[in-house]
C-alpha cells in the first residue's frame, strides 16, 4: 500500500509526477540561503557540481525550455523507441583538469563516462560521436596522449567512435581541450530507471566511495600521501553485463559521479518518492581516501567517483549480485534499502551514522570539488 | 569509363580508397610551408578552420586512432544500421565569438547546424543531444536567451532535444558558454553521400554565399556598412526535403559551413576522384558581402555559411532542382558539373573566372575567420 499518498499504474509507476521536485524542508519552507540574491544571476562554478545549484539550473533554465516526454536531462540518458528497437543516448562534456590524474586522463573519462550512462540505462554501449574543443597552442603531443587513451578506452568497452568533430578557441579561452562524447546503445529487453524502483529493494554500491574526487584534488593541491590515491576511473560494462546476464532483474542503475553517492541517491529519492535508508558502516571508503577527505574538509559521500554505481534489485537476490560483483572489485556492498516515504515528506536519504544515529543527507548546495569530470 | 585507373564496384563505389588524401602537387611534391616546424608541435587556430590544417589534424591524429568502418570524421555524419532502420548520427561543437550575431546566435547554430549535417547525410533528424560549456560569471540571463533561441530553433525544424550536460569552468578558462549538439536522424531509403556522384552530375547551390562569415567578423571588427549583413543561418530541412519529395534523385549534399564552398568541394573532390568545374559567374555573392570580403582580403569561397548547401544531381534534374529550391531562397544556382578527372591528378577543384581563365581552387592553409560557428 502506498503510504504518500501517490496514485501508481499497473507498473507502480507514477501516473502524474506526484512531487514536483523542490528544495523546501518538506513542509514548504525553502532553507535560507546566503548566497545574495545577484549571484544567482551569473552562473557559478557550483552550478556545474552535480549538486543542489546543478539540479536548480537544470530545472529552472533546461527542463522549461525543451518539456517534452523524452527529455531525461536529469538522468543518465534518454531511451528513444526506433523501429523495433528501443536505444539510449547520451551525452557527457568533460572538463577535468588537470588532464591527466594518477588513474586516467580526460580521454579515459570522455569515453567511459558516455559508456557507463548508456549502460545505467540499461543499454549495450554501441557508437560515441567525440566534439573536441582545443586551445590554441595546446602541445600537440598531449591531445595524441588523450586520443590514445581514448582509443585504448573505446576497445576495451567494446564502443566505435564514429564521428567527430573539431573546435580550436583562442589561447585564454579554454583550458587546453575539453571533449564532449555521446552515445547510443540498445536496450536489449528489460527496462531498468529509476520508475521500476519499489520499497524493499536493496541497495548495493560496487566499491569504495571517493577515489576519483580526491585523486584529482589531491593532485591539483599539491598533496603527497604516503600511499598514492589513483581514480577509480574504470568502464562499467563487464560488472554491469553480469548482472544482467546472472538474471538479476535489475531495477535501477546509476554510477555515481560529480556530487558522489550523497547526489544520485537524493536525486532517485526526490523522483521516486520514496526514502532510501542507507547505513555509513557499510559503505567502504580507503582509510588514505579517509584522511584525505578529513583533510579537506570533504564529505566522501559527495565526493565523485568515476568507476562506481549504485544498484537497486529485489532483496532477495542482493547476496547474489553482491558475490557477481565481488569478482570485479572489493568493498562491494549492500548499504540500504527502500522504504515507503512517510505520508509529510517526500522521498529522503536517511542515514544511520555508526552511533545508530539517522541523519538526512542532502545534496551540497555549494561547490566542492570544481572541474572533477 | 573510367579516366583515373580507379577500380569500383557496381554500385560505381570505389572498391578501395583510390587515392588517400594527399596534399601534393599531383606528383608527390609537397608545397613547402612558411610555417616553422615547430609551430606543427601545437595546435595554431589555422587547426579549427576546416581547410587544409583542419583536415591534417584529423588524417594525422584521429582517423589514424579511430580507423573503422563507420567512422566518419570527414563528412557530415555515420550512418549506422540499427535492426531493420538506418540512423545517421552527428556531432558538433559551437564556440562562436559573440555569441550573438546579426541573423543569428549560437543557440540556432547549434541546433541548426547539427540538424543541417543529418539533412547532409540525407537523414530526417529526430533527436539532439546538448552539451553546455559554461564559464563561472556567465549572466544566467544570457543563457536563458541562449536557451529560448534553441527550444525555438528546435520547434523550427521539428527536432526533440532529450538528453542534456552541463559544465561549468572557472573564470577565463572559456567565453561565456560552448555549446556541442550531438544528433539522430533517421534515413529514409536514399543513400546520399560522395560515393552516389557520378561524372556529369550538375552541382547546384542553395544561394548566395559568404554573409554568415562576414555578418560575425563585421560584428567582432566593430565593422560599419551601410546596409546590414545578416548571416543566413537556416534551418535547411524545408529545402532539403523539398528536393526528396518531388523525386530529385539527390546523389550528395554538403553544407557549406568552415572553409566555405572551397573546402567542401575540394573535400569531395579528393575523397571521389573526380573533377568538378565550376564557374565564378554563376555563384552569387550580394554586393554589400562582396565589398566586405574585398575590404577584409577574404576570398567568399572560403568564407563560412550556416544556411546554403551544395548539392550532386543528374544533370536532367538540375532546372527543376532548381526551381524547387528557388521557392525557398534566391540566387539558387547550377554552378558546374562533375568531370572525371586526368589520369595524372587527383580530384581537383577547377573555377573558371569571368575572363574564362581556369585557376585551381585549394582550401585555405591557414586560418581566415576564427571561431566563425
Known sequence: MEKNNVTRDSANRPTTHPCPPDHSDGNGVFPVCPVPHAANQTIQ?????????????????????????????LHDGAVLEVGEE??????????????FFPGGDIGKLAVWGTVNDLLMCGAQPLWLSAGFILEEGLPMETLQR?????????????????????????????????????????????????????????????????????????????????????????????????LFEAG???????????????????????????????????????????????????DPLHVANEGRFVAFLPPEQAEKACSILATFESSVAIIGTVT??????????????????????????GEQLPRIC
Do not use: W
Not at 529487453?189 to 566511495?209: H, K, M, N, Q, T
Not at 512517510?342 to 548546495?365: A, E
Open 45 to 73: 562554478m557550483a552550478h556545474g557540481g552535480g549538486g543542489r545549484r546543478s539540479r536548480e539550473l537544470l530545472e529552472n533554465c533546461f527542463l522549461s525550455a525543451f518539456a517534452n516526454p523524452a527529455l531525461n536531462f
Open 86 to 99: 528501443t536505444l539510449a543516448f547520451s551525452t557527457d562534456s568533460h572538463v577535468v583538469s588537470p588532464l
Open 146 to 242: 588523450v586520443v590514445d587513451s581514448m582509443r585504448t578506452a573505446a576497445l576495451e568497452s567494446g564502443v566505435t567512435l564514429v564521428t567527430g568533430d573539431t573546435k580550436v578557441v583562442d589561447r585564454g579561452k579554454g583550458d587546453g581541450l575539453y571533449i564532449n562524447t555521446s552515445g547510443i546503445g540498445r536496450i536489449a529487453c528489460r527496462e531498468v530507471g529509476p520508475a521500476r524502483i519499489r520499497p524493499g529493494d536493496a541497495v548495493l554500491i560496487s566499491g569504495d566511495l571517493a577515489r576519483h574526487g580526491i585523486a584529482v584534488m589531491a593532485l591539483r593541491e599539491g598533496l603527497d600521501f604516503e600511499n598514492e590515491i589513483a581514480s577509480d576511473c574504470a568502464c562499467l560494462a563487464r560488472p554491469v553485463q553480469a
Open 248 to 298: 538479476i532483474d535489475v531495477h535501477c542503475l546509476r554510477d555515481l559521479t560529480r556530487g558522489g553517492l550523497a547526489s544520485a541517491l537524493v536525486e532517485i529519492a526526490t523522483d521516486t518518492c520514496m526514502d532510501c535508508r542507507i547505513e555509513e558502516t557499510s559503505i567502504s571508503v580507503d582509510p588514505t581516501v579517509r584522511g584525505a577527505c578529513e583533510l579537506l574538509g570533504l
Open 340 to 365: 515507503p516515504s512517510s505520508p509529510d515528506t517526500r522521498g529522503r536519504v536517511i542515514l544511520k551514522s555508526p552511533i545508530g544515529v539517522d541523519r538526512i543527507v542532502d545534496m551540497l548546495s
